[in-house]
């Protein structure tokens, strides 16, 4: 069962486990399980999404109730007026705080279909380092390994954003197979027994498209679970590796302003 996050007449948020597709794509044909198909399986509801996560991506995925609204929060996510938080590990020490503005070119559709060629559109994410550790392991050509939880905050919406800015300033998210360091990403799966993209949206503050009133949802890391059987969930390896690295204090959500 997926866990709601906020609901109210018009809109309702999730917590998108990973491994999950919002909808259905050419890219995972094979895939019989939607977030989209689930959540409606479960409120009795129809539902369509406003935004999109990445498959490998945990975290707030927000739905609309009916098309008006689902066209009011595109335009507001289009727009940039839409803040997003995420947390990423990545390979590395970055700077404490930095802004990538490097532009993108959009790679699918919105059902995973290859597009032509295009002109690379501005793409421009803020981040900032929470904690660090350095490992006495050698795994690419050092004598120690070292990694970032970072936060990210998007100010576009790109394709693939966070993880094609991530690797152009050279350090890659941890768990990602098409963009990041495959020597790190086995580690990681061999080590910590982590075998998904270290990447969630833990928080979002948007306008309501009817209200007005300013919406904020905040979804602690360490809050997410994943199910391991018939009633039962255990806590996700997002979580896991954040406490075995005593980073669970570095990922908690920033108090409101």
Same mark, same amino acid.
């Given at each position: 069962?997926?866990? !709601?996050?906020?609901?109210?007449?018009?809109? !309702?948020?999730?917590?998108?486990?990973?491994?999950?597709?919002?909808?259905?794509?050419?890219?995972?044909?094979?895939?019989?399980?939607?977030?989209?198909?689930?959540?409606?399986? =479960?409120?009795?509801?129809?539902? =369509?999404?406003? #935004?999109? +996560?990445?498959?490998?991506?945990?975290?707030?995925?927000?739905?609309? @109730?009916?098309?008006?609204?689902?066209? $009011?929060?595109?335009?507001?996510?289009?727009?940039?007026?839409?803040?997003?938080?995420?947390?990423?590990?990545?390979?590395? %020490?970055?700077? $404490?705080?930095?802004?990538?503005?490097?532009?993108?070119?959009? =790679?699918?559709?919105?059902?995973?279909?290859? +597009?032509?060629?295009?002109?690379?559109?501005?793409?421009?994410? #803020?981040?900032?380092?929470?904690?660090? !550790?350095?490992?006495?392991?050698?795994?690419?050509?050092?004598?120690?390994?070292?990694?970032?939880?970072?936060?990210?905050?998007?100010?576009?919406?790109?394709?693939?954003?966070?993880?094609? #800015?991530?690797?152009?300033?050279?350090?890659?998210?941890?768990?990602?197979?098409?963009?990041?360091?495959?020597?790190?990403?086995?580690?990681?799966?061999?080590?910590?027994?982590?075998?998904?993209?270290?990447?969630?949206?833990?928080?979002?503050?948007?306008?309501?498209?009817?209200?007005?009133?300013? !919406?904020?949802?905040?979804?602690?890391?360490?809050?997410?679970?994943?199910?391991?059987?018939?009633?039962?969930?255990?806590?996700?390896? @997002?979580?896991?590796? +954040? $406490?075995?690295?005593? %980073?669970?204090?570095?990922?908690?959500?920033?108090?409101?302003?």
């Amino acid at each position: 069962m997926l866990e !709601i996050l906020y609901r109210d007449d018009q809109l !309702i948020a999730i917590d998108k486990p990973a491994g999950l597709l919002v909808h259905r794509s050419d890219i995972d044909r094979h895939e019989t399980r939607f977030a989209v198909q689930l959540l409606r399986d =479960q409120i009795g509801r129809r539902v =369509q999404p406003v #935004h999109r +996560l990445d498959k490998g991506t945990s975290g707030v995925l927000l739905f609309a @109730f009916d098309a008006t609204v689902a066209r $009011e929060m595109g335009r507001q996510f289009e727009g940039g007026a839409v803040e997003k938080t995420y947390l990423a590990v990545v390979r590395g %020490w970055p700077a $404490e705080s930095g802004v990538i503005d490097h532009a993108l070119s959009r =790679q699918h559709g919105d059902y995973g279909r290859k +597009l032509p060629a295009a002109t690379a559109q501005p793409a421009v994410t #803020h981040y900032r380092r929470l904690a660090t !550790i350095e490992l006495p392991v050698a795994i690419d050509r050092y004598p120690s390994s070292r990694y970032a939880l970072l936060e990210l905050k998007p100010l576009t919406g790109r394709h693939h954003q966070l993880r094609r #800015h991530l690797k152009h300033i050279s350090h890659p998210i941890i768990g990602d197979a098409t963009h990041g360091k495959g020597l790190h990403n086995r580690f990681f799966q061999r080590e910590f027994g982590c075998h998904r993209l270290l990447l969630a949206c833990v928080g979002m503050t948007f306008r309501h498209p009817v209200s007005g009133a300013s !919406i904020v949802i905040d979804r602690s890391i360490m809050r997410h679970r994943v199910k391991v059987g018939a009633g039962e969930t255990a806590p996700d390896q @997002f979580a896991v590796l +954040l $406490e075995r690295f005593d %980073w669970s204090q570095a990922s908690a959500p920033c108090p409101a302003a």
